[in-house]
């Protein structure tokens, strides 16, 4: 009797492990399939829109030659259309800054007091875009006029709606038809070259001993992070921020009141050594 019932309970546990087994098969074949070939990825976007499948069911994830990280998401907007996400990673400091062409609904919004965006100073671009964050006044810097003609691109040639920029991504929101798979592989590069604008590399700074981090512009060279014009580290007017060790001019650093890097409260300036 007690062998029977043994065998009783060890057939119900495998059945019930075969059970469970096939349970969490079936949730991985509801997940996304991730794509590391954007060439596959097309293809099952294609096969998709055409319904042999589920629009849920197509994700790009893969790493770009310099090694930043590019997502692509496709699937059905609010309204049912077709829409497509397109991301690439960025550094963490970044502020966070949602942009959207102006319209009707926000202009209203504005006057009415309920809606208030950045204004960069631009006044074609301002009229231009919508633009939102939670901190306005490290938005509005972030945003140069390296960055401004970039998202300003975004919009007019991949027929971008929605442009987000976040702690560790930049992302472009478009519909399918505005911005169909051929046109991918060139934003992703686009979008590529403006995730750059707020990143930094190491510069060698003449009269300080080692490399200091200086902000890069769309051609990879180094710029002021607060003028950006161009930096070689042997200008005579450069200081570095003793806490994140970030190079500037330093009529920049002084008309900034400290250092102009997002997210640092640095107030100490390191000046070069006097030549002799």
């Avoid at 990673?89 to 502020?95: F, I």
């Avoid at 014009?229 to 806490?243: F, Y």
């Amino acid at each position: 009797m007690t062998a029977a019932l043994l065998l009783v309970l060890a057939l119900g546990g495998l059945g019930a492990l075969l059970l469970l087994g096939d349970g969490v098969a079936a949730a991985r074949g509801r997940g996304p399939r991730v794509h590391r070939r954007l060439g596959a990825f097309v293809r099952s976007v294609e096969r998709a829109r055409a319904g042999d499948g589920r629009l849920t069911d197509v994700v790009y994830q893969s790493a770009l030659r310099n090694g930043r990280r590019v997502w692509i998401r496709f699937g059905l907007g609010p309204r049912g259309s077709a829409r497509v996400r397109v991301a690439v990673a960025t550094c963490r400091g970044v502020p966070p800054v949602g942009v959207r062409l102006e319209g009707a609904l926000s202009r209203l919004g504005k006057r009415l007091g309920r809606r208030e965006d950045i204004q960069t100073g631009d006044v074609a671009f301002d009229e231009r875009f919508f633009l939102e964050s939670s901190r306005p006044l490290d938005g509005r810097r972030a945003l140069g006029r390296e960055l401004r003609q970039s998202v300003d691109e975004a919009f007019r040639r991949f027929g971008a709606d929605r442009l987000h920029l976040r702690p560790g991504e930049l992302a472009v929101e478009a519909d399918l038809t505005a911005c169909p798979p051929g046109r991918w592989r060139e934003l992703i590069r686009h979008l590529d070259r403006a995730a750059a604008l707020v990143e930094v590399k190491p510069l060698r700074i003449r009269g300080l001993e080692g490399e200091r981090d200086v902000a890069c512009g769309v051609d990879g060279a180094a710029r002021c992070v607060y003028c950006r014009d161009g930096l070689s580290g042997d200008e005579d007017d450069l200081v570095a921020c003793e806490r994140c060790r970030t190079a500037v001019h330093a009529e920049c650093w002084d008309e900034h009141g400290g250092c102009p890097v997002l997210g640092c409260d640095g107030r100490a300036p390191e000046r070069p050594r006097l030549r002799a």
